[in-house]
């Protein structure tokens, strides 16, 4: 077959019967084990993470019939996973989060602080108390839909105050 920049669909390769066999089930949350040993429901159907950055509201709702609490990553950030999930799949699924965990690491910190490429992995307080903009922004859009009495952030470096 040539290069031609014209699509390929499974029909030309004569693989449409093949595929279908395949797909028919990926509709189905698929019941996994995490490194750790513990269960983890993962079903998200084809490119949820562009379409919406969570799983589905039927593996959260399983996942909830079987354990006493559910964990979901809603990626992307807190101005547009979290907001989806909020908005669109706790919206549909009539789900009521009860805590939201933002994982906000140093080397972002200084991402956001104006740290060159190069110098991510450099520590610096000044870099990492210019993150900090960034991340009090997605605080704010996450107290938008939840309210929280206290936050706690304890970076080591503010906490050993090394430059």
Do not use: W
């Not at 996994?32 to 589905?56: K, M, R, Y």
């Not at 019939?65 to 990626?75: F, I, N, R």
Request: proline share 6%; net charge neutral.
């Amino acid at each position: 077959m040539l290069y031609t920049n014209q699509p390929v669909y499974a029909r030309d390769l004569k693989a449409q019967n093949a595929m279908t066999i395949l797909l028919k089930d990926a509709i189905q949350p698929n019941l996994v084990q995490t490194l750790e040993g513990n269960p983890a429901i993962i079903h998200g159907g084809p490119f949820a993470n562009i379409a919406q950055g969570t799983n589905s509201i039927l593996a959260t709702k399983m996942g909830l019939s079987l354990g006493d609490y559910v964990v979901t990553e809603a990626g992307f950030g807190a101005d547009l996973g979290a907001e989806k999930f909020m908005n669109i799949k706790c919206g549909y699924g009539n789900l009521n989060p009860s805590i939201v965990v933002i994982v906000a690491t140093i080397r972002a910190l200084r991402h956001h602080g104006g740290s060159s490429p190069k110098e991510l992995n450099t520590p610096s307080i000044e870099k990492v108390i210019k993150g900090f903009c960034n991340l009090e922004k997605h605080i704010e859009n996450i107290k938008k839909f939840l309210l929280f009495d206290d936050l706690t952030t304890s970076p080591p470096e503010l906490e050993n105050n090394t430059n």
